[in-house]
């Protein structure tokens, strides 16, 4: 009852207050009230002598999410009658986050043998993502629109090497774990690629997925 009877002598001993308060529910220390003006899930609020005023110490409330590290691992091992299918992907990510939108560069490095010799792709670019629902926290759930392009090399086992472009255009959805600054991240894109060498171009388009573990700072 501590907490009912603050708030209603704060309503009734002045009409000067920018905010009004109803109560609607009390339980113990809790209560359950309805402002004339907007409120935001995760703040706090302190109730002071003229006004409901934003708590200044934001320590507690807000986690930065300025910057993000994001890596990602594909690793396959199969073999058949006569065939051979092994393949190794790592791609690596920093990003810029300002809450609507975000960018950065991405490194990525295939190794793959298919049963007549290794090889190994080299590609770098970058990405942008527009959030539909502001990444800050402590929204935990953060899904948009995403492109990507990326340029770099093949070398063979045999000698040799090519010029990749890529380019993958989709959607993408990122979960922080239970409110901590790591998260997971999960990309459906449609992907086009060339490959391009001396002796031929080859053109090759199709569905991909992607998933990454993230960590925001």
Known sequence: ???????????????????????????????????????EVGKTYNLESDALTLQTDYSN?????????????????????????????????YGWNHRNFEFGPIISVEVYDKGF?????????????YNYIENKAPRDLIYGPTVQLLLGNRTFDSGGSAQITQGNL????????????????????????????SASET?????????????YY
């Open 170 to 197: 989709g959607g993408f959805m990122t979960w922080f774990i239970n409110g901590s600054p790591v998260a997971l991240r999960t990309e459906a894109t449609y992907l086009y690629r060339r490959v391009n060498s």
């Open 203 to 215: 053109t090759l388009s199709g569905a991909s997925a992607q998933m990454y573990l993230m960590y």
């Open 61 to 93: 409330q807000f986690k930065s999410r300025l910057n993000s590290i994001s890596l990602g691992l594909d690793v396959n091992m199969m073999s058949g009658n006569k065939v051979t299918d092994n393949k190794a992907a790592f791609k690596g990510r």
């Open 117 to 129: 010799g290794t090889n190994t792709d080299y590609l770098i670019g970058g990405y942008y993502d």
């Open 1 to 39: 009852m501590n907490l009912f009877a603050t708030l209603t002598i704060l309503l009734l001993s002045s009409g000067s207050f920018g905010a009004t308060i109803t109560i609607k529910k009390v339980k113990g220390n809790s209560a359950v009230i309805e402002m004339s003006s907007s409120l």
